[in-house]
């Protein structure tokens, strides 16, 4: 049976039909919530948020921010004041918090779609103070305190002198926050040093709310979950506990057709720069997903991560975990099919880049790099079927 002609007609696919396309992106919004309800209610009494920038993670804000919304998420963090601008289309009456602060001019544009900047600087607690006070206005904003990542954020011993500041009294300090370091790694000491640093922060602005926990931070024995956590990563099915078992669903679920079965014989090499060698004779399956996509080129098969015993990419056929062979290229990948049983796969059938026991970590482990790049990553040129949920 020809998989592909199963999904072309799905109503929630979007953008084009999947026959028209290189692969299919499933995203479960179900999974999602389920996710979001997980954290929340570990988390408990502190308010669960959800992180929503670069996309959703890639699978779209929209959707995402609808979906969460409905399941009772009331705010929301996104990257850049173009995000918050799309996530206010999508829930005109939730809470958005912009990470990247406030770059100099653009005070208006937050009044206007009603995001909260996170001011990370002296500079621009006064410049959105001044806005505030000419504007007549009291606006909220979060303040971002830097407690050992130096990208973003104040000194924690400024804590005193900024919540005496005479700026303050132009707006409202609605939050304070900080962003853990390696909250994934339980035993890092800096996470000790972090809470601590965190906890002068509040004492300091006694009265504002208080946020310290990404996703893998709410897993931390301390529990310094305070008033509000801001998970991301494990809303979109993402481990938050290396190391151990997911207690995440997974969301999200890439496969692609066969667009050709050959055979490639005993030395024939396979790809670009011949780097993949096939060794005995080997069926191979091609298929229409490439860098250009999002796939990591760094997933791709050769005779050098072979001889080193190193994992390349790999997908699921009929059931069958099978390698790639040669390099992921722009538009295509080849997978050595060999183990398939012969007749039981052919031409339009789908195999599974990423679901079932090929999650967004594994993937990821196979293409040295993280989940977060995976998900970010994946590309326009799928057809995006939502399930599960309203969109």
Known sequence: MNDLSLKQDDPRSTAFPAGQAGGILTIDLAALIANWRLLRDRAAPAECAAVVKADAYGLGIAPAVRALAK??????????????????????????????????????????????????????????????????????????????????????????????????????PALVMSHFVSSEEPDNPINARQIEAFGGVRTAFAHAPASL???????????????????????????????????MRPVVRLEAPIIQLRTAEDGETVGYNAQWTARGRRRLATIPVGYADGYPRAASATEAKREARRDAGAAIVRGRRCPFAGRVSMDLLAIDVTEVPEGAVGRGDLVTLIGDDLTIDEVARRADTIGYEVLTSLGRRYARRYVGGET
């Open 213 to 247: 926990c990404n996703s893998s931070g709410i897993f931390l024995a301390e529990k310094p979950h305070l008033d509000l956590v801001r998970p991301g990563y494990a809303l979109y099915g993402g481990n938050p506990t290396p190391g151990g078992a997911n207690p």
């Open 71 to 172: 399941a009772g998420c009331r705010t929301f963090f996104v990257a850049h004041l173009s995000e918050g601008v799309a996530a206010r289309a999508a829930v005109p009456g939730a809470t958005i918090y912009v990470l990247n602060g406030l770059l100099p001019g653009t005070a208006p544009a937050y009044r206007d779609a009603g995001l909260r900047p996170i001011l990370g600087s002296l500079e621009e607690i006064v410049e959105w103070g001044g806005f505030c006070r000419n504007a007549g206005r009291r606006l909220p904003a979060a303040i971002h305190f830097d407690t050992g990542m130096n990208r973003l954020g104040l000194r924690p011993e400024e804590a005193q002198e900024i919540a005496a500041s005479a700026d303050l009294a132009d707006f409202e």
